[in-house]
């Protein structure tokens, strides 16, 4: 079965903090999408990153940086320097493949950002 | 600049009424997806669509029902609205293709709630 957790429900840190927002994932394909989407207060998921199962290396998208590592099934997110428009809920989400492409997302992660 | 447009955002109804959420893209995507959104913020794909004419029922249980008459529609029904159904409806859609890789990219969402 396919699986997201994310064990971390809420986390609060101060501005300027560094927070890493951790996923594991369970699947028993080889070929597999991962994705985390960011939930502002106003209500829409915005997409922010999508790496395939054969592409292991981190990314680093300006305060945004992602490491995957397939041997211990993570695809973690950290943000640098955190910034009270950081506050949002952050989902890490599978993708099953196929002609679907259903998401299964993790429950979430609520971070707020303390000015 | 929204490419998915969901109304109404907001919406109390008494019990028993009949109502639907709409929801619309412009990108021409053929793949749409209806998710329930948890107060405990977990999402749950309760509808799919691969193209005009194509509803699947998604892996949670909904009382609701679907059509895809057109590309860019895909309205969300309950015939007869309960509180158990009080929750945050979001609409997405994505390209074609069978690799899982797509995007989904969300609309804002339709908040309901049913006394």
């Known amino acids: 079965a396919q699986k997201v957790t994310q064990a971390q429900t809420e986390i609060s840190v101060v501005e300027k903090e560094d927070v890493t927002l951790d996923c594991v994932y369970e699947?028993?394909?080889?070929?597999?999408?991962l994705f985390w989407y960011k939930q502002p207060p106003s209500g829409e998921l915005v997409f922010l990153i999508r790496?395939?199962?054969?592409?292991?290396q981190n990314e680093i998208s300006g305060r945004y940086s992602w490491n995957f590592q397939k041997s211990t099934s993570s695809f973690n997110f950290t943000i640098t320097a955190s910034q009270v428009v950081d506050s949002a809920v952050y989902f890490c989400?599978?993708?099953?493949?196929?002609?679907?492409?259903?998401?299964?997302f993790g429950t979430g992660t609520l971070l707020a950002v303390q000015p | 600049e929204a490419d998915i447009y969901q109304t109404p955002r907001y919406l109390v109804i008494g019990t028993g009424k009949k109502i639907t959420l709409e929801c619309s893209q412009t990108?021409?995507?053929?793949?749409m997806y209806w998710y329930q959104q948890d107060p405990g913020m977990e999402l749950h794909l309760i509808h799919y669509?691969?193209?005009?004419?194509?509803?699947e029922k998604g892996d949670l249980s909904s009382e609701s029902t679907v059509s895809r008459i057109r590309t860019e529609h895909f309205p969300l029904t309950l015939e007869s609205a309960r509180p158990s159904h009080t929750s945050q409806y979001l609409c997405?859609?994505?390209?074609?293709?069978?690799?899982?890789?797509?995007?989904?990219?969300f609309g804002a969402g339709s908040r309901l709630t049913v006394l």
């Open positions: 699947t028993r394909d080889t070929t597999y999408y």
């Open positions: 669509s691969y193209g005009v004419n194509s509803t």
């Open positions: 997405a859609s994505s390209e074609g293709g069978s690799s899982g890789a797509n995007v989904l990219t």
């Open positions: 790496r395939n199962s054969f592409d292991e």
């Open positions: 990108m021409g995507h053929d793949k």
């Open positions: 989400a599978l993708s099953e493949g196929g002609a679907t492409n259903k998401l299964i």
